[in-house]
């Protein structure tokens, strides 16, 4: 056997090859024997095992606005970052989104239709929501500038003086950090 692997298994059925993989390991004294998944079907094991991860991720992170905002009930009693509460929902919406949205190398991705029992915003709460948050990222973080939560101005300022040659051009943004919805 070159380089400790295996010789060409030549089996006629099931057992007869657990027994020369049994027995190659024994020989051998291997603990475990690795196997190399194709391709095809890793890509597929990554796509599911990286989604797990992104469900844990969304639960700590919205646990975490979840708290902040138990915490601070109301808006002008709140101390907290405004930064990292925006870094947590942004996260939320762009996780959560993940979880629905093709990839560019068809990976794994949930079906509304595999999660929803009624795919029907009026009888299901949790579809409601579903819609919203997805909603969300399409409109608030996917396309910047292209709805109505972005806000952009161009501003020409004359100096007093009317020396038109210091005249500036700033772009000033402003954005709302959450859309309005519906209790």
């Known amino acids: 056997?070159?380089?400790?692997?295996?010789?060409?298994?030549?089996?006629?059925?099931?057992?007869?090859?657990?027994?020369?993989?049994?027995?190659?390991?024994?020989?051998?004294?291997?603990?475990?024997?690795?196997?190399?998944?194709?391709?095809?079907?890793?890509?597929?094991?990554?796509?599911?095992?990286?989604?797990?991860?992104?469900?844990?991720?969304?639960?700590?992170?919205?646990g975490r606005l979840i708290e902040t905002h138990q915490k601070y009930p109301r808006p002008e009693d709140r101390q907290f970052d405004l930064v990292v509460d925006s870094a947590l929902w942004y996260s939320c919406i762009v996780i959560y989104g993940r979880l629905f949205t093709d990839s560019l190398d068809n990976r794994s991705k949930l079906n509304e239709k595999d999660v929803f029992d009624k795919l029907d915003e009026n009888l299901n709460p949790f579809y409601r929501t579903h819609k919203e948050l997805i909603d969300d990222r399409n409109t608030f973080v996917a396309h910047r500038g292209d709805n109505e939560m972005d806000n952009v101005m161009a501003l020409v300022m004359v100096p007093r003086s009317g020396e038109l040659t210091k005249a500036k051009i700033e772009i000033k943004t402003t954005r709302a950090y959450a859309n309005e919805s519906s209790p």
């Open 1 to 62: 056997m070159a380089n400790n692997e295996p010789e060409f298994l030549s089996y006629q059925n099931r057992k007869d090859f657990e027994k020369q993989v049994l027995e190659f390991m024994k020989e051998e004294q291997k603990e475990w024997l690795i196997f190399k998944l194709p391709e095809k079907h890793t890509l597929k094991l990554l796509s599911y095992a990286s989604m797990l991860n992104d469900l844990h991720f969304l639960i700590g992170a919205a």
